[in-house]
């Protein structure tokens, strides 16, 4: 099916953003076999989405927008797209009910021009969207199909994965396509296609197709056939592929994140743990609390930027710090010794080191030491990251959660 | 002038990697004044990019291209542009001797494949790229601006910055543009679009647009003018109109983050901060060590998700925990009056609340207490916040910055 995405919003079209919703949307469908003919990016004008449809719907059967589904008046997508195809807008009772319950929470009065989100043209079909205030919108008419999505990406993609993809899947020639999300860390990506090129390669069915993330690659292998064992045993057969070639850089499937993967094994020992974190400032502990329930595991963290708060919450030898100084791994395991002690956790973590910018060759930015605290003793790790101070955190918080599910899963020694 | 901007590369088109250069040409074009009318993205073959440049003639007066030049059979944007435009492509004899020059040192032969990159339509100017083998093209034909660039991003900047503003700017009818950006916080898009409605709707010069973020909402304001003291006259009388409208909650300008903002307010006096986090979860920490030096301002914090660790490393009294629990005002306070004296600090951060997900409705998530300790004592704000779990944590990380901000300018008595 040719598809056309329409991306309306001043700030896609002025550059303030970048426009994360066509590279997932396109990375999606592609993976389930749709033929992507363009993207279009407009800015909010009605006459500009106008254009834009009409252009669209010359060369494609599938029309995703995003954008320009909110509640202010240059939010004109479901008016315009509705007048092109004579379609009445009608209000939506269910979704009107959704936005009585959300505002009434925040206190915002839901006025007329707040309520304008609960129209949707008739007959069509809502997606529910979790974590905002305007649905999405299926319209089936003349041959065509055209999905209206609302703009910010975190509202996007849990409405595509629950509910556009299951439904554009139904309309393929293939009665199944299936998709595994296999994810690594500590490959990079130009690495990982080295290991696993001779299935890259392979053209048609299955599909391999790597993605790179901030701080992990992606593998989507996309298998289409005519029934769901076939369909599975070869998913399976490919899957075993890949681990042969990645093993313990492997982390997690489709939905799995890291955290939830070190949550899921704390969950199943019944663990517990505590942070001491210097150069993640706080991102380590912000992860590990990321999952709901986390509670139940994290007991408590420390973020120690001084040395005198590195002594006195943490018992850090003044000795050690002044001989070899904090960024060290001495320090590292001191950190880690201490907060697992006074904490009386399972486990615990420490981060320390130069997060940047720096010019001074003796801080150099990216040096970061890991510790990791067990009972079966604690174990140090040195990391040179590269990026911006942000980056180094955010590599540097990643590589400490994998450090303890390497533990975990048992690839320590 | 009226521009389109098409994108050339299957990369991405199939969203393996991100619009970067759209992005990038969007918000230097809009800088200078040139009204974007919209982004097209195509794959490399030569039909799609045929129509996007028809298309893209019938409304804009300049047209750039991205991608597309390089030696390969599929790079085609050069010959598909000269074809429509009728002009013959002819040698470079400037660029071949680049290309020779480059070739030679990498010990590559200089085929004929590799010597198409020196072709350019005849009577074109050509732009130098510093950092590839393709070089850029200005087209001038018919009332129209044709510029062709390579696909790399880090070689699109400096061509752009080097050479296509320059030759942009001296076709402007204005010889001054300049774009000042306002960021709030704490007002939603729609109610920041009721506040400031009339500056909006005036139409043309200067022309105010609002862009929301995650947890904040930017003002553009753009002046153009004939010289520079006008432009700035009016630019600071708009940024007066605006500020009259929504007083404390505009927070910066331009490149101004909230955590740069608070950052540059605590290294002004000379203060230190620590926190005390339960939601937030380590999220406070994490913003407030993002900004480069702020070892000399953030003491320390600690991460309290249990009751244990809000008794033993804060002092929360039990009765306290037991009577009003742990999403109270009173353990807000409690929080950050500890960690305010355990740490000397001059100021003090907590948050206590349900990040949620939850369906009891004892628990209701978005509920947050934000505690503020300053010397003249502690401040608490109670907060609904909605959305996702992540969400919730963004928001009362960011609402816990903007309270201390509130109270270093003065705003909170």
Redesign the interface.
């Known amino acids: 099916m040719k598809t056309e995405i329409i991306n309306v919003g001043?700030?896609?079209?002025?550059?303030?953003?970048?426009?994360?919703n066509?590279?997932?949307?396109?990375?999606?469908l592609?993976s389930i076999g749709f033929e992507?003919?363009?993207?279009?990016?407009?800015?909010d004008q009605g006459q500009?989405i106008r254009?834009?449809f009409q252009?669209a719907c010359k060369?494609g059967q599938l029309i995703i927008f995003t954008g320009g589904l909110?509640?202010?008046?240059d939010d004109l997508t479901r008016e315009v797209v509705a007048s092109q195809l004579e379609l009445p807008l009608e209000k939506n009772s269910f979704w009107e009910e959704q936005l009585e319950a959300?505002y009434s929470?925040?206190?915002?009065e839901l006025d007329e021009?707040?309520k304008k989100q609960a129209l949707i043209p008739e007959g069509c079909k809502l997606i529910p969207n979790?974590?905002?205030t305007a649905p999405g919108i299926i319209i089936e008419k003349e041959e065509k199909l055209i999905i209206l999505l609302p703009g910010?990406p975190?509202e996007v993609k849990p409405m595509v994965e629950d509910s556009v993809l299951p439904y554009l899947k139904g309309k393929s020639p293939w009665n199944v396509i299936k998709t595994l999300v296999l994810k690594v860390i500590g490959l990079g990506e130009a690495t990982l296609e080295d290991r696993i090129r001779d299935l890259i390669e392979v053209e048609g069915n299955p599909r391999v197709?790597l993605?790179a993330q901030s701080t992990e690659t992606h593998i989507y292998i996309t298998v289409k056939g005519m029934n769901k064992d076939d369909v599975d045993s070869i998913l399976k057969d490919w899957e075993g592929k890949v681990k042969e070639k990645i093993g313990s850089c492997l982390y997690g499937v489709n939905e799995e994140t890291l955290e939830g993967v070190v949550a899921r094994l704390l969950f199943e020992g019944n663990y517990t743990v505590s942070?001491a974190?210097s150069c993640?400032?706080?991102?380590?502990?912000?992860k590990?609390?990321?999952i709901?329930g986390?509670?139940n595991y994290?007991?408590?963290?420390?973020?120690?930027?001084?040395n005198?708060?590195k002594m006195e919450?943490l018992h850090v030898p003044q000795e050690v710090l002044s001989s070899v100084g904090a960024v060290s791994e001495e320090t590292a395991r001191a950190m880690v010794e201490n907060i697992r002690s006074s904490?009386s956790s399972h486990f615990s973590l420490s981060t320390t080191g130069y997060?940047?910018?720096s010019d001074d060759p003796d801080e150099p930015a990216g040096l970061v030491y890991i510790g990791l605290g067990t009972p079966q003793g604690t174990f140090c790790r040195k990391f040179n990251f590269w990026g911006s101070?942000?980056s180094v955190?955010e590599q540097a918080a990643v590589s400490a959660l994998n450090l303890l599910r390497l533990y975990l899963e048992g690839h320590l020694k």
């Open positions: 001043n700030e896609v079209l002025l550059g303030s953003i970048l426009n994360e066509a590279r997932f949307l396109s990375e999606r592609a992507l003919l363009g993207h279009r990016v407009v800015g500009n254009e834009a252009e060369r909110g509640a202010t008046l959300i929470k925040v206190g915002i021009k707040r979790n974590n905002g910010p975190e197709v993605m942070t974190e993640t400032g706080g991102l380590l502990a912000d590990l609390t990321d709901s986390s509670s994290f007991l408590q963290g420390i973020v120690c930027y001084s005198e708060a919450l904490s997060a940047g910018p101070r942000r955190k």
